[in-house]
DNA sequence: TAGTTATATGAGCATTTATTCAAGTGTTTT
DNA sequence: AAAACACTTGAATAAATGCTCATATAACTA
């Protein structure tokens, strides 16, 4: 009962463990961007921002074309294409009234593919 | 003042590229894992979790070990582990008392140098 | 059998997030 | 200059999400 199971404590496998727990802890020191690469991620982790991404690898467009497409409002598009900016996944392009929206590089596509490899395996 | 701003409703844009909206749409609908494709680059898309498939990309590893590592309670690692567990990204396998997490397959570390690769251009 | 250890899980809570609505900016047209 | 058009933005709201706490399960140990 002196036992608090909700605490950080250590159990007795960390002793045990204690060569693969150091090792894993070598590993997480090293790669310090983990946390922008989650970032990176969550941008991709939405329905609506992930279509508009694929949606412009065919070609650039503008935000109310983006926005028949994929059948929401200009107002909805504005704020993802903002999210997709801030994280330099798209730029974009003014003339006179219309802006243009494209990507900004070609890992885009990259992490795309991965992902989809990843799916077609599940589906087995 | 008729024009309602908040609705779906076409634009001249949409007149005018016509042709690159329904090459666009083609695009779209020869996609349709999409919306799976969001939900695996979601559970990528939090801090904790990508530790943790960091951490297990070194080593096969128990709940506790990872919680320490961390420095995160069970539960809340438990829980994630269930969350990556259903994405088909890691297995378990249980040995007396301890349960113990591995990746599910390669495409997890592929998945990661894609989004590094776009990092690392970024901080350019 | 009772107690301990390792893990899992359901409910509750606080935070984040995606969309809507309303109002704004910037550009072109009349 | 005024109206129309394409887009942006801030506030509000509803839904989703991650963590905590308490409890449950499963395996081992005394």
Redesign the pocket.
């Known amino acids: 009962?002196t036992?608090k199971?909700?605490?950080i404590e250590r159990?007795?496998?960390n002793v045990i463990h204690e060569d693969i727990v150091n090792q894993a802890r070598d590993k997480m020191a090293q790669e310090e961007s983990l946390y922008d690469l989650a970032e990176l991620f969550?941008v991709f982790?939405?329905?609506?921002?992930i279509r508009i991404l694929w949606a412009l690898h065919e070609a650039e467009m503008?935000?109310?074309?983006i926005?028949v497409l994929l059948n929401?409002?200009?107002?909805?598009i504005?704020?993802?294409?903002?999210?997709l900016k801030q994280a330099e996944l798209v730029k974009?392009r003014?003339e006179?009234?219309?802006?243009?929206y494209s990507l900004e590089d070609e890992h885009v596509k990259q992490i795309f593919d991965q992902g989809l490899i990843h799916i077609s395996e599940e589906s087995k």
């Open positions: 009962m036992k199971f909700n605490s159990c007795d496998c969550k982790g939405d329905s609506t921002r503008c935000v109310c074309d926005a929401m409002t200009q107002s909805a504005s704020h993802q294409l903002r999210v974009s003014r006179g009234k219309i802006v243009f």
